[in-house]
T-cell receptor, first 114, second 111 residues
Framework: NAGVTQTPKFQVLKTGQSMTLQCAQD?????MYWYRQDPGMGLRLIYY???????DKGEVPNGYNVSRLNKREFSLRLESAAPSQTSVYFC?????????????FGPGTRLTVT | KQEVTQIPAALSVPEGENLVLNCSFT??????LQWFRQDPGKGLTSLLL?????REQTSGRLNASLDKSSGRSTLYIAASQPGDSATYLC??????????FGPGTRLSVLP
């Protein structure tokens, strides 16, 4: 049982390049999330998917797009990377089980945009 | 809009001390509250989850309490060890809303 996995672990991009961050979970959760974590800013929600086939904007969606490919996979795309997108990106999943939502996180992707 | 704060921002204690980390939230109509641990360069690991109907949860040397009326949760760590050194974050979920995270408390336990 791998939980939540993310690829790649590290990435360096030049300004204007594009890339897709991949996330997969094997817990059969309905909800999946993308966060970014920056020093002094804490974790901020970029996009989320409450269930397969739906996606919604979070707190900081500008410059990003997402795809909920199926129940397991949720990808985050940067179409034209900017230095302000240098951050650590975390994917998470959760499920309403036994009356409780509990989040599980992946190991993160460290992205540097030069 | 829910806002979550954590005090102190950083804490350094000698090994063996009992300590308390605080999490405060502005909207008391929460669904649940979750405490996480984050080691440097790593992801978040769930420690404890308290549902709105509960007052506390325990796991080993950790005890988390919840007082919705005052908008506070505390994480109590007994007999701290150097291996407890990490950043501790709390996250609050309100009904129909997404999780909101606090900024974290960075804990150092000195041998």
């Amino acid at each position: 049982n791998a939980g939540v996995t993310q690829t790649p672990k590290f990435q360096v991009l030049k300004t204007g390049q594009s890339m897709t961050l991949q996330c997969a979970q094997d817990m059969n959760h309905n909800s999946m999330y993308w966060y970014r974590q920056d020093p002094g800013m804490g974790l901020r929600l970029i996009y989320y998917s409450a269930s397969e086939g739906t996606t919604d904007k979070g707190e900081v969606p500008n410059g990003y797009n997402v795809s909920r490919l199926n129940k397991r996979e949720f990808s985050l795309r940067l179409e034209s990377a900017a230095p302000s997108q240098t951050s650590v990106y975390f994917c998470a999943s959760s499920e309403l089980g036994e009356g409780r939502y509990e989040q599980y996180f992946g190991p993160g992707t460290r992205l540097t945009v030069t | 809009k829910q806002e979550v704060t954590q005090i102190p921002a950083a804490l350094s204690v000698p090994e063996g001390e009992n300590l308390v980390l605080n999490c405060s939230f502005t909207d008391s109509a929460i669904y649940n509250l979750q405490w996480f641990r984050q080691d440097p360069g790593k992801g978040l690991t769930s420690l404890l989850l308290i549902q709105s109907s509960q007052r506390e949860q325990t796991s080993g040397r950790l005890n988390a309490s919840l007082d919705k009326s005052s908008g506070r949760s505390t994480l109590y760590i007994a007999a701290s060890q150097p291996g407890d050194s990490a950043t501790y974050l709390c996250a609050v979920k309100n009904y129909g809303q997404n999780f909101v995270f606090g900024p974290g408390t960075r804990l150092s336990v000195l041998p």
